[in-house]
């Protein structure tokens, strides 16, 4: 299983669109309607697609995976008791699959035969999402809720967040112990430590500079540079997460602490925490569909 995208609705796309194209450095795939798709070099068909909306939600996150594991999905979520629907997919790439509501609201979007598309060159284009965090009211019972309805695995705990993975990549997700429920950020994954630094001077030429970072994490040890979008969410840039193997041992908080005064293992840069929390706060979570039967 990989992830693949996300999917948001607010106002103004096609000013969010523009920054992600003209300054983040991202790739116009298309647009449907009022919903504008962007992708990065990669092989998917677009990594962000942004729906015209007079709110800020975010519409579902998805995930591609083979058949077999779709019909693990649809029984392990059943027996979850979650609300799910069956769904074809209308984006770029089709697919068809399932669409989950965890219990704090969170949308996760399984699709099987989605297309993929030639990979296209660009040293500062994004390859793909590496991870997208939400904030959580409970995040240790939604590690525990996603491992027994998703197959998901538990990588780190930290006093701070729940890492979870759904392959060999450190995390693709993770659930931020924020206390509320929403977006926390969308993480981009660059070509290399050079493609960030870039990045970096790339939004410093538009008078943007970064939220926190650069830097490098503990959990995942991958570099990382957020930023605040000017359409509302945090961004990252990221690079060379860890990959681990299936006999990983997840940490525990007492195993990722830092000297006084760091938050990372670097401690290089300062932490807009105020700015962050507001921003990590506007994205909040909206089903639009009714529960169905997953054999349907």
Known sequence: MKLRSIELALPGAAEAAAFLTDIWGMAPAGQMGAIHYLRGSGRYPYLVALAESADSYVRSTTFVC???????????????GLPA???VSNDPGGGHGII?????????RFLVDAREVAPIEGHDLPVR?????????????????????LGFRV????????????????HSTAF???????LNHVAFEMED?????????????????????????GPGANVFAYFIAPFGPVIEFSTAVNKVPDDYQAGAPEDWTWPEGRI???????????????????FRHRRDWAAAPLDA
């Open 100 to 108: 989950v509501e965890l219990a704090e609201g969170e949308l996760l």
């Open 176 to 182: 931020a112990r924020a206390g509320f429920a929403s």
């Open 66 to 80: 083979t058949a077999q594991r779709l019909e693990q999905l649809k029984r392990s979520v059943t027996a979850a």
């Open 193 to 217: 430590m050079d493609a960030v630094m870039r990045g970096i001077g790339r939004l410093r030429d538009s008078d943007m500079v970064p939220a926190w970072g650069p830097g490098r994490h």
């Open 264 to 282: 990372d293992q670097w401690g290089m840069s300062d932490k807009d925490f105020a700015g962050l929390r507001a921003a990590e706060e506007k």
């Open 155 to 170: 990588s780190d705990r930290t006093r701070g967040m729940v890492f979870v993975r759904c392959n060999d990549s450190h």
């Open 85 to 87: 629907t069956p769904t």
């Open 129 to 149: 999402l590496t991870h997208v965090v939400f904030n959580s009211a409970d995040a240790e019972a939604t590690g525990h809720l996603v491992e027994d309805a």
